[in-house]
């Protein structure tokens, strides 16, 4: 066990290590702790934006996607020969019915 004058010297030199003059010796190392934390804590505000856009896009090319196939299949299905032909007669066209003629030259040996 300690006798009291080791109590006190012991209290004393706690009291020598954060003196006024240590404390200014270490201000650059606590800055630098401190730049250290913000960086740190700004680093985790980055990362979950950074997520948030990420699925944010994500779903918008999902939806995307699913426009894109829809479109695709309408255009297959009105470009079809039946479709088209049901498009046209409202335009007074008609599908041939007989073979087309093939035309030939007389002056062609």
């Known amino acids: 066990m300690e006798t009291p004058e080791q109590q006190t010297e012991v209290k004393k030199e ?37 997520i948030r856009n990420v699925n944010k896009l994500t779903k918008e090319v999902k939806d995307l996607e699913s426009e894109y196939k829809t479109l695709k299949s309408d255009v297959l299905f009105q470009s079809k020969q039946s479709e088209m032909a049901k498009a046209v007669q409202s335009l007074g066209l008609k599908e041939l019915t007989a073979p087309p003629m093939v035309l030939k030259d007389s002056i062609a040996p």
Not at 26 to 48: E, K, M
Request: net charge positive.
């Open 14 to 50: 706690g009291r020598r290590l954060f003196n006024y003059k240590w404390i200014v010796k270490n201000v650059p190392f606590f800055l630098f702790l401190s730049v250290l934390a913000v960086v740190y804590i700004y680093n985790g505000h980055y990362a979950t934006k950074t």
